[in-house]
């Protein structure tokens, strides 16, 4: 059996709003030839700018914080802005869930 990687090399592109019709049994693993990994969903590794904002997303949970308005303020008062360096809006970052499926 060959090396785990950390990511599923197999996955479809999922950084679109619809997502793929593609993918299916075979793809993703041979039956009685696999090891389910946590990360054999993901078609790469996170980036540093998902890693920041997960740990972000993490901390304000464990406060309790569930309102999307309380989310998005103390994303912004972390500083930890979007891709383009924006400060978040509600409906940019419920784009930003939608497209990257978290």
């Not at 950084?15 to 790469?44: A, D, F, L």
Request: net charge negative; proline share 5%; aromatic share 10%.
């Amino acid at each position: 059996m060959e090396q785990i990687k950390d990511f599923n090399p197999w996955l479809p592109d999922t950084q679109q709003v619809i997502p793929t019709k593609e993918g299916g049994n075979g793809q993703i693993h041979v039956p009685g030839q696999y090891q389910n990994v946590i990360w054999q969903n993901r078609s790469r590794v996170p980036d540093s700018f998902e890693v920041a904002l997960i740990a972000a997303l993490e901390e304000i949970f464990d406060r309790g914080t569930e309102e999307l308005e309380q989310i998005v303020t103390q994303l912004n008062d972390k500083r930890l802005f979007d891709r383009s360096g924006d400060a978040w809006t509600e409906k940019t970052f419920c784009h930003f869930l939608k497209v990257n499926g978290f």
